[in-house]
């Protein structure tokens, strides 16, 4: 059985239960005081029973808080999939949708979903199903950057 992990020393117990009485996600509490119990001295395993946790899940905490300290110990969202249309082909399907369809051209009077289907495929070389299309033309605009955003009206 190899060694446990050290816990960086920068904060001390009591540190860490004032910072778990603060906390305002239950989780990371649970863990500042799981760690909290270690620095004090208890076990391991009781310090991890603290956080309803098992010891290999309060050594990999360990790890996170000597990482990135007191923040690294809230659960980061995940990230999950990547949008199959970037921001730009969003914007120019938008932009198709505003001008309405030639019916020469397009072989349409009006825009339906499987109809963009069609273009995004030609167009951008993706295949979104029709649900997806229509989800992709409801979604609101994403809000610009901070740097680039005008100035406030107080």
Do not use: Y
């Amino acid at each position: 059985m190899g060694a446990a992990v050290r816990l960086r020393d920068d904060f001390s117990a009591a540190e860490l239960r004032l910072l778990a009485k603060r906390a305002e996600d239950a989780g990371k509490a649970r863990r500042l005081l799981s760690l909290a119990a270690v620095l004090a001295g208890m076990s391991r395993k009781a310090a991890a029973a603290i956080g309803a946790m098992d010891r290999q899940t309060l050594r990999d905490w360990v790890h996170r808080f000597n990482e990135k300290g007191p923040e690294g110990l809230v659960n980061a969202k995940a990230p999950g999939p990547t949008p199959k249309l970037s921001l730009e082909q969003k914007q120019e399907l938008k932009r198709i949708v505003e001008v309405n369809p030639d019916p020469d051209k397009d072989g349409v009077v009006r825009w339906r979903c499987v109809d963009l289907r069609r273009i995004i495929k030609e167009r951008f070389d993706v295949d979104l199903d029709e649900v997806s299309v229509g989800r992709t033309l409801k979604a609101p605009e994403p809000a610009p950057p901070a740097s680039q955003a005008g100035p406030r009206s107080d």
